[in-house]
């Protein structure tokens, strides 16, 4: 298993630790007899369900991008661009931008093609525009799953 995984792993269980306290807190609250402690306890019962509501699409969209990169690793399909990167880590910004304008022209030019998408997720997120990377990877995944249908 990747190291990431092992992370997202680590970081649910976590999740799921504090969720258990949380929700044990909670019953204490809901069964004290002032109304403002149960109403406390009941916010404190629904908010883990939100939490629990954004980890598993967290995890969802995490898993889903993975099972993409496969299989258009598979498909020979994966970028091999090499970008320079800085002493940090950070990708130079041109050399980014360069690559973005490419897969983004790809993109205009297959605008149903979910590895077009996918290759563009991946341009965004080496210019280090994650929303915009998010938003190119879900495409991916419902131009994908259209395939599919």
């Known amino acids: ?17 504090y969720l258990a306290v949380v929700i044990g807190y909670a019953i204490n609250l809901i069964r004290d007899p002032l109304p403002i402690a149960q109403a406390m306890g009941w916010a404190l019962v629904v908010l883990p369900l939100v939490g629990v509501w954004g980890l598993a699409a967290e995890l969802r969209f995490g898993f889903r991008a993975e099972a993409l990169a496969r299989r258009l690793e598979a498909e020979g399909g994966l970028p091999d661009d090499e970008v320079p990167a800085r002493a940090s880590g950070r990708v130079e910004r041109a050399a980014a931008d360069a690559v973005f304008e490419r897969y983004a022209a790809e993109v205009q030019q297959h605008p149903d093609s979910w590895q077009h998408w996918f ?5 965004y997120d080496a210019a280090s525009d994650r929303r915009r990377a998010r938003w190119a990877m879900r495409e991916a995944m419902r131009l994908e799953r259209a395939d599919e249908a």
């Open 1 to 17: 298993m990747s190291r990431t995984r092992w992370g997202a792993l680590f970081m649910a269980l976590l999740l799921a630790l």
């Open 119 to 123: 290759r563009l997720a991946l341009a």
